[in-house]
């Protein structure tokens, strides 16, 4: 398996744009989780999903996020209207049963946003 | 919060010395795992220890778990350059019938030749 890929690696947008940010789990993984990591904040869970399904999405910081698993393939989290304090290191993460009770999350290479 | 929060924030050591990183949580836990993240890229899983576990290995890896204290500490013994990265300590707690992860800040470990 090559592991949770994402896409792009790098985005650079202006300030208003919208991004979509890309993810495809592990197969066979039940749970997709969504985090965003910044210096001063860490690594925060923003939304997961179970089987497709989204679960808690508390960590979404405004209506501007949204996220979407049309299939156990594919996920996507996008944020319009784009903002500054936006820019972050987004990583998808996926697991195999609750609470990654065996072999932890598998982590994406993240997708580096930097909104200018 | 509830996330577990690693101390020290930064360590620096010499090739073939020992590195301690340690971890403090707030509530009960599931289980608590390490993860190793190099410069630029995701993190990796390296070891998980359940809430009912003292003491687990893999490798040149020791993890401790002391609920009553609500802390666990990861050692790696015999560094090696290659170990260069910040390191996290991620706590599993149960969360209206489902658990997910949450990661403390990190330790960022460098390792001299």
């Known amino acids: 398996d090559a592991g949770v890929i994402q896409s792009p690696r790098h985005e650079v947008t202006e300030m208003g744009q919208e991004v979509t940010l890309r993810c495809k789990p592990i197969s066979g993984h039940d749970y997709l989780f969504w985090y965003r990591q910044t210096m001063m904040r860490g690594l925060e869970l923003l939304i997961y999903f179970n089987n497709n399904v989204p679960i808690d999405d508390s960590g979404m910081p405004e209506d501007r996020f949204s996220a979407k698993m049309p299939n156990a393939s594919f996920s996507t989290l996008k944020i319009q209207p784009s903002e500054p304090r936006d820019s972050a290191v987004y990583f998808c993460?996926?697991?195999?049963?609750?609470?990654?009770?065996?072999?932890?999350?598998?982590f994406g290479s993240g997708t580096r946003l930097t909104v200018v | 919060s509830q996330q577990g929060e690693e101390d020290p924030q930064a360590l620096s050591i010499q090739e073939g010395e020992n590195a301690t990183m340690n971890c403090s949580y707030k509530?009960?836990?599931?289980?608590l795992q390490w993860y190793r993240q190099n410069s630029g890229r995701g993190l990796v899983h390296l070891i998980l220890i359940r809430s009912n576990e003292r003491e687990k290995h893999s490798g040149r890896l020791r993890v401790t778990l002391d609920t009553s204290k609500k802390s666990s500490s990861l050692l790696i013994t015999a560094s090696r350059a290659a170990d260069t990265a910040s390191y996290f300590c991620a706590t599993d707690f149960p969360n209206s019938g489902y658990s997910t992860l949450t990661f403390g800040k990190g330790t960022m470990l460098l390792v001299s030749p």
């Open positions: 993460a996926s697991s195999q049963g609750q609470g990654a009770s065996k072999s932890g999350y598998t």
């Open positions: 509530t009960s836990i599931n289980n």
